[in-house]
């Protein structure tokens, strides 16, 4: 049984250069909701919305800005940025199984491939020939890492992971159970109503600090790479066609679609459900809102959106009857102004009185 996590409001305050405002032995040993947390564990206030919630809490200490400690009289961990403050504590309170250094005896390794001996590969594990696993690298139970494929220092691969052929994976690099790396793009040519199977003989090449979902799909590039710039955060079951290429530290949300040789730039936010069309360009630090469908290329910086937002039943239907007319109010309003025109004097029309 795993033994709690201990640090005192000291040893945390020192860890992310806050001002403490509380004894500095008082002991944490987790982490929670503003709403249940208890005396031994920590919270923080990052929303607004939530501040309702701060003259309840039984929280052992709260991760506060200044403005927000003036008004709570419990002790604090007094910081810029509490959202931030909590992302980096939340590492030390992580219970996560660290895996022991070692091949497991049920894995098959090829015999050219490289795995450093400080690396874990876990039960039932397939490395094909010529892969390389660096140092410090973590692969769990039924992954895959498929013939000259490259897993790079640091990288931690959840059970069940498949890697294709020639996939290349930076440093520090996470992988949830079920995502699939290398698979073969969707490629066919149409000769007289008969599809022909088209060879996706490129690969995949993902940078630094990358983080793939669950159940989430990158296709290998049908001659080139598809490509993952340093950074990027991909959400569960997300699908990246072939030839796509993703720009450093841009983030995706679940269920994305992204489609075949599109290209996305940096620091970009792409909400839920959104859907691109192929071959077009996304510029730069774009934000996309949830479930907007990206039909041409994004040129310019900022936010954008397609569809409607949530009605009432009865009010949607109303609004889709009315979309349902503009063809016909728009001819008729036309129409209207041409008649309109007919019978108004214009600006040089000369008056009798």
Not at 48 to 61: C, D, I, N, P, S
Not at 84 to 108: I, M, N, Q
Not at 202 to 223: F, K, P
Request: hydrophobic share 45%.
């Amino acid at each position: 049984m795993m033994s709690a996590t201990v640090f005192t409001l000291g040893q945390l305050a020192e860890r992310l250069g806050a001002t403490l405002r509380g004894a500095a032995d008082k002991q944490i040993s987790g982490l929670a909701t503003l709403q249940d947390a208890g005396p031994d564990q920590l919270s923080f206030l990052a929303n607004a919305q939530y501040r309702k919630f701060l003259a309840e809490t039984r929280a052992g200490v709260l991760l506060l800005t200044a403005a927000d400690a003036e008004g709570y009289a419990g002790d604090v961990l007094v910081v810029a940025n509490p959202y931030l403050a909590y992302a980096e504590l939340s590492h030390l309170f992580d219970r996560k199984p660290v895996a022991a250094a070692g091949v497991h005896p049920t894995a098959v390794v090829a015999a050219d491939a490289v795995v450093d001996p400080s690396a874990s590969v876990g039960a039932y594990v397939v490395i094909e020939s010529g892969a390389q696993i660096a140092a410090g690298v973590t692969i769990g139970a039924q992954c895959v890492i498929g013939a000259r494929s490259v897993v790079g220092e640091g990288g931690w691969l959840a059970p069940r992971v498949t890697l294709y052929h020639d996939v290349i994976i930076g440093k520090r690099v996470v992988i949830q159970s079920g995502a699939v790396l290398g698979g073969e793009g969707f490629g066919f040519a149409n000769e007289k109503g008969v599809w022909q199977k088209i060879a996706q003989i490129g690969g995949v090449q993902l940078g630094d600090d990358v983080e793939v979902g669950a159940n989430t799909t990158i296709d290998r590039g049908a001659l080139a790479d598809t490509l993952i710039g340093n950074g990027v955060k991909l959400d569960n079951q997300i699908m990246i066609a072939h030839n796509v290429q993703i720009g450093d530290n841009t983030a995706m949300a679940g269920c994305v679609g992204i489609s075949g040789s599109t290209k996305i730039g940096k620091n970009c936010m792409i909400a839920g459900g959104v859907g691109m069309v192929g071959h077009i360009e996304v510029c730069d630090n774009v934000f996309v809102t949830g479930m907007t469908m990206v039909t041409r290329s994004i040129t310019e910086p900022g936010a954008y959106s397609s569809g409607t937002a949530m009605q009432t039943a009865g009010d949607w239907k109303k609004s889709a009857a009315r979309i349902r007319q503009l063809d016909d109010m728009a001819r008729r309003l036309r129409d209207m102004e041409k008649r309109l025109a007919a019978v108004t004097p214009g600006p040089d029309a000369s008056s009798d009185a």
